[in-house]
Structures are given as C-alpha cells and as structure tokens.
C-alpha cells in the first residue's frame, strides 16, 4: 500500500497485515497478536504490524479505546528465540535493527494519543509483559502469570521492564521480578498494581467491555492530554535509558553468554 497524502485512516483489511489481526468497531479498536501457534512471540514483521496498527487508530477519530490482546491460550510471551538463534546471535547490526522495529512499536503505542487496554488472555512473559505495561489499563485472566526470564536467556529485560517496573510496583518487587525470573500469579499482579484487574477467564470480556465502555465516554482532547501527564515519569525513564539498551543489548548478542543460553533453551524446546 502506498503512503497516503495525509493522516487518514484506512480500513482494516487494507493494510494486509499477517501477523496480527486489526479490527475496528469505534469507538473500539482492537489488536490481536495472531501466531498462537508458538505462544504469540514478537518477530520483526509483527513489530512493525502493531507499529502500524497503533498509527492507523490514532488517525482514526471514530475510535476512542484501543484494545491490545492476544489470539489462543497465551498474551505474548516476548521475542521469538528461534529466530533470534537464526537472525541475531552474533549479528549485532541485525539485533540492532531488530530492537529498532520494537521500540517504534512501544512508541506508537504508548503515544497514540487514546487510552490502550491490555486484555491479557493468558501468560504474559518478557517482552509480553512490556507490551501489557506499555498500555494505560489491563485486565487479566487470573489464571494466567506474569514472568521475566533475561536473566536465565542473556538478555537484560531493558524494553520497559527495567524502566517501569519500579513506578508500577516498586524498587523491591521490581528487583525480585527482574532477578528471581519466578512467575508472578495474576492475583499478586493485581494486589501489587502490575495489572488493574485479575478476573475469571469467563468475565474478561465483560470487564474489558465495561472498561472500554467508561473510557470512551470521556472527552477525548482532554483524555489526549491527561495522558499525556500520566505518562511523565514512563516518557523520562524510558527515553533516558531505551538507546543505550539498544546498542548494548545489540553488542551483548556478540558474547558467549547470550548464545549459550539460548541454544540451551531451543535444546530443551
């Protein structure tokens, strides 16, 4: 598709994304991650599909929520180690580049400009939960859990993790997220204010309907701009830290330890 002459929103099925499926029912948008097939890991193509995703519903002032989930039983479970195995272990430039494609997509959807729900249908894991903390809400199947393994696969969870984890839950849960790589149930989410609500996998429509609902009564200028202010201190440490965890996360995939980890970890898959 060519670039169009102005911001202007288009239909769904125009942007032929594979990777993600895009729907719009204002004042609703909704973006699935589609590869339920290996737990709905990040690639390059899918990066650049929420990417573009995000743009087209911030264009688009029939919509006033944004809602992000997954397809199948899990949120997202962050990048794809397969192809980091085959792509990236030892290629710097090309993680570098990679990384690039998934800080645009934290950008365009933390700057959207309209309130953003994670609907966190199962596990969110890594790079996932990055993605759930990237939204303004989230309501979570409480069944499910939130997990950070960098520390067990050579890769330091710098793509919102490091930088957010303290505002949400503080500096001591913070630290036992990052550094114990336990899973973290979706009650004890809740209670710790990592997700807003933890409910049962038969009411997490009607909750995330029922947020949706409230969020897209509000005024949508003042909205714009109260979020805008919410997001300060995310904007602050995320922009102060984001390019530095790009090229060291980008020269890390030159050393041993990353590549070890990871092929130990496609050993036992």
């Known amino acids: 598709m060519s670039e169009p002459d102005r911001p202007a929103p288009v239909a769904p099925e ?3 994304f594979e ?3 895009y729907e719009k029912a204002p004042p609703r948008a909704t973006i699935t991650l589609n590869r339920p097939e290996i737990l709905n890991a990040f690639d390059f193509k899918m990066l650049r599909e929420i990417a573009r995703a995000c743009e087209d519903a911030s264009w688009d002032d029939s919509i006033r929520v944004v809602v992000v989930t997954g397809a199948g039983r899990a949120f997202c479970v962050g990048a794809n180690l397969r192809e980091w195995a085959d792509g990236y272990l030892g290629k710097p430039n090309e993680y570098w580049k990679w990384f690039g494609a998934f800080k ?3 950008d365009r959807l ?12 199962g596990i969110a894991v890594g790079g996932g939960n990055e993605l759930q903390m990237a939204c303004d ?3 979570m199947v409480d069944d499910a859990f939130i997990r950070h393994v960098g520390p067990e696969h050579g890769s330091v969870p710098a793509g919102g993790a490091t930088q957010w984890l303290t505002i949400m839950v503080g500096d001591r849960r913070a630290r036992e997220i990052v550094l114990m790589c336990e899973e973290i149930p979706a009650v004890k989410a809740a209670e710790w204010g990592l997700v807003n609500w933890a409910v049962p996998a038969a009411e997490l ?9 409230s969020l897209a009564r509000k005024l949508p200028q003042t909205t714009r701009y109260a979020k805008q202010h919410l997001n300060f201190w995310r904007d602050l440490a995320w922009h102060q830290t984001i390019n530095h965890a790009r090229d060291w996360l980008a020269l890390s995939m030159a050393t041993d330890e990353p590549k070890a980890a990871i092929e130990r970890f496609l050993e036992r898959k």
């Open 137 to 139: 809400l989230a309501v």
């Open 19 to 21: 990777r993600i499926v």
């Open 14 to 16: 125009e942007l032929g």
């Open 205 to 213: 429509d009607a909750k995330v309907d029922e947020v949706v609902e």
């Open 104 to 106: 645009d997509m934290h």
């Open 110 to 121: 933390r700057e959207i400009g309209k309130p953003t729900v994670a609907r966190i249908n």
